[in-house]
């Protein structure tokens, strides 16, 4: 047996598991700590991931390939949705911070736009799926330079989202093409990330109530 099926036969499915229960968590401390309205687009992030996931493990003749686009496109979309709630959040009240942030947002979007406009038709798996994710990670991380450099001061909560999904966002985008391969890359580096986004989460959900503030780094 290989590394890479004894990574699928033994560890994949522990964190398959991992991931809803680390995701209830967060929502229940989401909501016991009053956060939920910190950023709206969260939870309904965490619901739909929590759904298909369990979906996926309930019922595995489920996960065709049309299931599959349509959740990694789900997924993508409320991702994109959520960096532009983070990106009016986070400015809001800093002029000079703001009218940065927004001149690169509105590129990333155009760029995202255009790679969208000209992807040829064909399966979305193959031509709008990858696209949107690179616009997705891009918009991450244009954001992430911005806070980063900016020297801003935000939530908990903010700079958990921040430094989860940028990294895992730029890793899909670039491991793609190996994934389709079935390489070690991407079906070990994935869930590991995935993992860490959900444990940053997890300790800004239930963090107390005076960590009123991080970096991002």
Not at 57 to 80: I, Q, Y
Not at 114 to 122: E, F, K, Q, R
Not at 133 to 140: H, M, P, R, S
Request: charged share 10%; net charge positive.
């Amino acid at each position: 047996m290989s590394l890479l099926d004894a990574w699928r036969a033994y560890v994949a499915p522990v964190l398959l598991w991992c991931g809803p229960a680390l995701e209830v968590a967060i929502l229940i401390g989401l909501t016991l700590r009053a956060r939920l309205r910190l950023c709206l687009t969260l939870p309904v992030f965490l619901i739909a991931t929590l759904t298909t996931t369990t979906l996926a493990g309930v019922c595995p003749p489920c996960v065709t390939w049309e299931f599959w686009n349509a959740k990694e496109l789900l997924h993508a979309a409320l991702m994109l949705a959520m960096g532009l709630e983070l990106s009016a959040r986070l400015f809001r009240g800093l002029p000079y911070s703001q009218a940065k942030a927004r001149r690169r947002i509105v590129g990333v979007l155009a760029l995202t736009g255009i790679l969208l406009a000209t992807a040829p038709v064909g399966p979305a798996s193959v031509v709008l799926l990858p696209r949107l994710v690179t616009g997705v990670a891009w918009l991450y991380f244009g954001l992430w330079l911005v806070v980063r450099g900016s020297r801003l001061t935000v939530e908990p909560l903010y700079a958990a989202v921040l430094n989860g999904l940028t990294p895992w966002l730029l890793a899909y985008a670039l491991t793609w093409g190996l994934a389709a391969e079935n390489t070690a890359l991407p079906n070990v580096l994935m869930p590991v990330l995935s993992a860490l986004v959900l444990v940053l989460l997890l300790r800004a959900a239930w963090g107390r109530a005076s960590e009123t503030a991080a970096t991002t780094s």
